[in-house]
């Protein structure tokens, strides 16, 4: 009921110290009691019918009494809008909801037009004069790209677009000088040059205190409810870290000269792909709780005080967020996008700490999954379960527009998935065993950190069942390896395909290519496959388009069949990729950390465009390796 899991400890003397030592089976007593005592709480609340009636009347006035709105955009005429392009329906209706709603997050499935739709928004408020002028904040990689969409859907659109040269030291106050005192249509500038544009320091200070005076009120509480030492040291150790932050501001030297976010005249802001910022700063009672990070980042800190400052000045209608993967792998990123787009409406609900947000909507569910090591079983509690689902639903609708494939009807080609599983080698068996027995001495703290840690097995536990010559190039090389089972499914459907020209792509994370000699799983496949006789110029790697310029050449090529194999990362060839035109295949060597990661890399073959009627995706995976492991991950987020 107050969010903390029952733990017991037993004090024991080591090397003439105190120490504590969970002690399991008392433990597993006392949260089994704990589940009783819940349950029982549970069927006492509602008995006397007083208390019902009260509670039931306070929770639908708080959270039942709200009817989404339906937006319908069939009316919009589309001023200076190109004629050869007509928006879909959910487009229009998107429009509408950006025009007409507060703060918006357009979470359509990815490969749905968010672009066409952003663009038409902005070119729409401000011909009503709803607004002056919108900035977007795309990936750094895609702004030249965004360009040519915006400029091919509003062929006369006067744009300001950002290079990496505008954010160079000595170009920067230029560049923000040009979008203070530039009448544009719209500004696009890249995710990192976005951080480097700064809030004035006074609101920066404010937003400081602000989240101070919010840790004092919880270092309070728990110390009222006789709260953990644990929590309470937490929350002193932020804010600390907070009050050396505002030190840090106030005492910095202030230059007149610099242009602050404020001074931009900005009054809308338009963010592509924004899971980029869901680290966003957290505290809360619950501890060890996976899929719960409490990590901030400081590009998500000043996302979120732009955002608070574009409330102010718009009255919450400011702010329009897209993204085809809302959720990546957690279900706090729900409030983080409340607390960025509907911080008002937590504000007016009691809900801006996570703590009451999650006691209302959600709960933590133990249950038994594999362990990372890839051998054995352990019991791991998460935030993996919702209730009071259709009142959060409702409350979230009010910014956020959601249309998933099923809704769409998206001109889309089948895909058929089919998973790859390889049997490991003996060597790969020992070496997972190994794992096993270092995440042992890990977990029982017989090893400093310093030596061994869960993240270095994990990171080991994928090289091995990626390639086994990962974790020793000298290694064979083993014929019945996942790496060789892609080798030859790529090979069979590129000559199955040569007359057509189809093209494949390979996504692979890890082992991408150094030119250092070294091995890789990158330089490995394309010798097998130059070796196979296929043509060294149908080969190449994202990796070699290290410009804008080189990326655009390089996808064009994959277009036309030019390029018919094209390797690459998450990172570097997910969002923004739009290769589709005659894909037939990807393949993932490895497994995206996080379930976005492998929806992103669907979506470059699972798109509008792709003149193929049935695609295939194919998923490698090791047996009893971490592989299984990250599988289950997935399924469990």
Same mark, same amino acid.
């Given at each position: 009921?107050?969010?903390?899991?029952?733990?017991?400890?037993?004090?024991?003397?080591?090397?003439?110290?105190?120490?504590?030592?969970?002690?399991?089976?008392?433990?597993?007593?006392?949260?089994?009691?704990?589940?009783?005592?819940?349950?029982?709480?549970?069927?006492?609340?509602?008995?006397?019918?007083?208390?019902?009636?009260?509670?039931?009347?306070?929770?639908?006035?708080?959270?039942?009494?709200?009817?989404?709105?339906?937006?319908?955009?069939?009316?919009?005429?589309?001023?200076?809008?190109?004629?050869?392009?007509?928006?879909?329906?959910?487009?229009?209706?998107?429009?509408?909801?950006?025009?007409?709603?507060?703060?918006?997050?357009?979470?359509?499935?990815?490969?749905?037009?968010?672009?066409?739709?952003?663009?038409?928004?902005?070119?729409?408020?401000? %011909?009503?004069?709803?607004?002056?002028?919108?900035?977007?904040?795309?990936?750094?990689?895609?702004?030249?790209?965004?360009?040519?969409?915006?400029?091919?859907?509003?062929?006369?659109?006067?744009?300001?677009?950002?290079?990496?040269?505008? /954010?160079?030291?000595?170009?920067?106050?230029?560049?923000?000088?040009?979008?203070?005192?530039?009448?544009?249509?719209?500004?696009?500038?890249?995710?990192?040059?976005?951080?480097?544009?700064?809030?004035?320091?006074?609101?920066?200070?404010?937003?400081?205190?602000?989240?101070?005076?919010?840790?004092?009120?919880?270092?309070?509480?728990?110390?009222?409810?006789?709260?953990?030492?644990?929590?309470?040291?937490?929350?002193?150790?932020?804010?600390?870290?907070?009050?050396?932050?505002?030190?840090?501001?106030?005492?910095?030297?202030?230059?007149?000269?610099?242009?602050?976010?404020?001074?931009?005249?900005?009054?809308?802001?338009?963010?592509?792909?924004?899971?980029?910022?869901?680290?966003?700063?957290?505290?809360?009672?619950?501890?060890?709780?996976?899929?719960?990070?409490?990590?901030?980042?400081?590009?998500?800190?000043?996302?979120?005080?732009?955002?608070?400052?574009?409330?102010?000045?718009?009255?919450?209608?400011?702010?329009? /967020?897209?993204?085809?993967?809302?959720?990546?792998?957690?279900?706090?990123?729900?409030?983080?996008?409340?607390?960025?787009?509907?911080?008002?409406?937590?504000?007016?609900?009691?809900?801006?700490?996570?703590?009451?947000?999650?006691?209302?909507?959600?709960?933590?569910?133990?249950?038994?999954?594999?362990?990372?090591?890839?051998?054995?079983?352990?019991?791991?509690?998460?935030?993996?379960?919702?209730?009071?689902?259709?009142?959060?639903?409702?409350?979230?609708?009010?910014?956020?527009?959601?249309?998933?494939?099923?809704?769409?009807?998206?001109?889309?080609?089948?895909?058929?998935?089919?998973?790859?599983?390889?049997?490991?080698?003996?060597?790969?068996?020992?070496?997972?065993?190994?794992?096993?027995?270092?995440?042992?001495?890990?977990?029982?703290?017989?090893?400093?950190?310093?030596?061994?840690?869960?993240?270095?097995?994990?990171?080991?536990?994928?090289?091995?069942?990626?390639?086994?010559?990962?974790?020793?190039?000298?290694? &064979?090389?083993? &014929?019945?390896?996942?790496?060789?089972?892609?080798?030859?499914?790529?090979?069979?459907?590129?000559?199955?395909?040569?007359?057509?020209?189809?093209?494949?792509?390979?996504?692979?994370?890890?082992?991408?290519?150094?030119?250092?000699?070294?091995?890789?799983? +990158?330089?490995?496949?394309?010798?097998?496959?130059?070796?196979?006789?296929?043509?060294?110029?149908?080969?190449?790697?994202?990796?070699?388009?290290?410009?804008?310029?080189?990326?655009?050449?390089?996808?064009?090529?994959?277009?036309?069949?030019?390029?018919?194999?094209?390797?690459?990362?998450?990172?570097?060839?997910?969002?923004?990729?739009?290769?589709?035109?005659?894909?037939?295949?990807?393949?993932?060597?490895?497994?995206?950390? %996080?379930?976005?990661?492998?929806?992103?890399?669907?979506?470059?073959?699972? %798109?509008?465009?792709?003149?193929?009627?049935?695609?295939?995706? +194919?998923?490698?995976?090791?047996?009893?390796?971490?592989?299984?492991?990250?599988?289950?991950?997935?399924?469990?987020?």
């Amino acid at each position: 009921m107050n969010l903390r899991d029952s733990r017991v400890y037993d004090t024991i003397e080591e090397d003439g110290k105190e120490k504590r030592v969970l002690n399991q089976n008392e433990t597993t007593l006392a949260q089994q009691k704990q589940q009783a005592i819940k349950d029982a709480f549970a069927g006492w609340v509602w008995k006397d019918p007083q208390r019902r009636a009260l509670l039931v009347k306070k929770y639908n006035e708080l959270f039942n009494s709200t009817r989404p709105r339906e937006y319908d955009g069939s009316h919009i005429h589309f001023v200076g809008m190109n004629p050869e392009i007509d928006l879909r329906e959910h487009q229009r209706n998107a429009v509408a909801h950006v025009l007409y709603g507060y703060n918006t997050l357009l979470a359509h499935e990815v490969g749905a037009g968010k672009s066409f739709e952003m663009a038409a928004s902005a070119m729409e408020l401000k %011909r009503l004069g709803l607004c002056q002028k919108s900035l977007f904040v795309v990936p750094n990689h895609l702004t030249e790209q965004w360009a040519s969409e915006f400029l091919r859907l509003y062929p006369n659109a006067k744009l300001l677009v950002t290079s990496k040269k505008d /954010f160079e030291p000595g170009n920067r106050k230029k560049f923000c000088a040009r979008i203070a005192t530039g009448d544009y249509d719209a500004v696009i500038i890249g995710h990192s040059q976005f951080e480097k544009i700064p809030l004035s320091a006074e609101r920066q200070e404010r937003l400081i205190q602000e989240q101070m005076d919010e840790i004092e009120e919880a270092i309070e509480e728990a110390k009222a409810q006789v709260g953990e030492h644990f929590t309470v040291k937490q929350l002193e150790k932020l804010r600390k870290s907070l009050k050396q932050k505002l030190e840090k501001l106030q005492g910095t030297d202030r230059k007149d000269d610099v242009v602050t976010f404020e001074q931009l005249g900005v009054d809308r802001l338009f963010v592509d792909e924004s899971q980029a910022f869901k680290n966003l700063y957290l505290y809360m009672k619950m501890r060890n709780v996976a899929g719960l990070s409490t990590s901030e980042a400081q590009k998500s800190s000043d996302m979120f005080g732009k955002c608070r400052y574009l409330d102010e000045i718009t009255g919450g209608r400011g702010v329009i /967020f897209a993204t085809g993967t809302p959720l990546s792998n957690s279900m706090t990123e729900m409030y983080t996008l409340m607390r960025y787009l509907q911080y008002n409406t937590l504000q007016q609900k009691g809900l801006t700490h996570f703590d009451a947000w999650a006691s209302t909507f959600g709960e933590t569910t133990t249950a038994i999954e594999l362990a990372p090591e890839g051998t054995g079983y352990r019991a791991r509690t998460r935030f993996a379960k919702f209730f009071n689902l259709p009142e959060l639903m409702a409350m979230f609708k009010e910014a956020a527009d959601i249309k998933t494939s099923d809704q769409l009807h998206l001109p889309v080609p089948d895909a058929k998935f089919e998973t790859v599983v390889v049997k490991p080698s003996e060597i790969q068996q020992d070496m997972v065993q190994a794992l096993s027995e270092r995440a042992a001495e890990v977990h029982s703290g017989s090893v400093a950190p310093s030596v061994d840690n869960m993240l270095k097995i994990t990171s080991d536990g994928r090289k091995i069942g990626l390639d086994q010559r990962l974790m020793n190039s000298a290694l &064979p090389d083993d &014929p019945n390896s996942k790496l060789n089972a892609c080798v030859n499914n790529v090979l069979r459907i590129w000559n199955d395909t040569k007359e057509q020209k189809l093209t494949q792509l390979i996504f692979c994370d890890m082992s991408t290519p150094k030119g250092d000699g070294s091995f890789n799983v +990158y330089d490995d496949i394309r010798t097998k496959l130059l070796n196979a006789g296929v043509p060294e110029q149908e080969i190449e790697f994202i990796h070699n388009a290290d410009t804008e310029n080189k990326k655009a050449e390089l996808f064009s090529k994959v277009r036309s069949g030019q390029v018919r194999v094209l390797l690459g990362s998450t990172a570097k060839m997910g969002a923004g990729t739009n290769v589709q035109t005659l894909l037939v295949a990807v393949h993932h060597l490895d497994v995206g950390w %996080r379930p976005s990661d492998m929806t992103q890399r669907n979506g470059r073959i699972i %798109r509008q465009g792709n003149q193929n009627k049935q695609v295939y995706v +194919y998923n490698y995976v090791t047996e009893s390796t971490f592989d299984a492991y990250l599988y289950v991950r997935h399924e469990v987020a």
